[in-house]
T-cell receptor, first 113, second 116 residues
Framework: NAGVTQTPKFRILKIGQSMTLQCTQDMNHNYMYWYRQDPGMGLKLIYYSVGAGITDKGEVPNGYNVSRSTTEDFPLRLELAAPSQTSVYFC????????????FGSGTQLSVL | AQSVTQLDSHVSVSEGTPVLLRCNYSSSYSPSLFWYVQHPNKGLQLLLK??????LVKGINGFEAEFKKSETSFHLTKPSAHMSDAAEYFCVVSDRWSGNTGKLIFGQGTTLQVKP
């Protein structure tokens, strides 16, 4: 099992550029999450999904989009990158409603200049 | 809607002394509560979780937490700090049976410093 795999690990974007952060898990987990971690601010939930075809907004969804066409993949799209989106992004997954352990990806460090 | 507040952004203790990291939560339904730890340049690791069984929860590395519904608190404790405990700690809340379960909200984190 690879667990939760995020790509890329690092990326620098120019203001206004677009990109997709990839996240895939091979554990057949229903629940998947995108968080951003800013220094001293903890993790903020961007979007989450409770299963294929179902997504919902978290605490800070503005400027992002997601899709969940398969159980395995949960990509995060930044359409018009802004400096405020400079952060470390974590994808995570959870098996189901019993709220067992979150499995985290290794993170993507994104800088928007 | 659920929320979580970690009352201290930074806690400093001496090695061998007790650790107390405070967390208060707000939840419309019966919550699930977790503590995660993040060591520098490493991923997040689950320390312990509460899901409506025993109110005193024991986790890894000697940590434990007590769920107090009347105080809406879930404080993390350890009797004796080790240097290796220095890290960032996150309290996390989830509504278990809200119908929209799965929305896991993190606190802002508490940095634990352990002095020799």
């Amino acid at each position: 099992n690879a667990g939760v795999t995020q790509t890329p690990k690092f990326r620098i974007l120019k203001i206004g550029q677009s990109m997709t952060l990839q996240c895939t898990q091979d554990m057949n987990h229903n629940y998947m999450y995108w968080y951003r971690q800013d220094p001293g601010m903890g993790l903020k939930l961007i979007y989450y999904s409770v299963g294929a075809g179902i997504t919902d907004k978290g605490e800070v969804p503005n400027g992002y989009n997601v899709s969940r066409s398969t159980t395995e993949d949960f990509p995060l799209r930044l359409e018009l990158a802004a400096p405020s989106q400079t952060s470390v992004y974590f994808c995570a997954s959870l098996r189901g409603k019993t709220n067992e352990k979150l499995f985290f990806g290794s993170g993507t460090q994104l800088s928007v200049l | 809607a659920q929320s979580v507040t970690q009352l201290d952004s930074h806690v400093s203790v001496s090695e061998g002394t007790p650790v107390l990291l405070r967390c208060n939560y707000s939840s419309s339904y019966s919550p699930s509560l977790f503590w995660y730890v993040q060591h520098p340049n490493k991923g997040l690791q689950l320390l312990l979780k509460y899901t409506s069984a025993a109110t005193l929860v024991k986790g890894i590395n000697g940590f434990e937490a007590e769920f107090k519904k009347s105080e809406t608190s879930f404080h993390l404790t350890k009797p004796s700090a080790h240097m290796s405990d220095a890290a960032e700690y996150f309290c996390v809340v989830s509504d278990r049976w809200s119908g929209n379960t799965g929305k896991l909200i993190f606190g802002q984190g508490t940095t634990l410093q352990v002095k020799p």
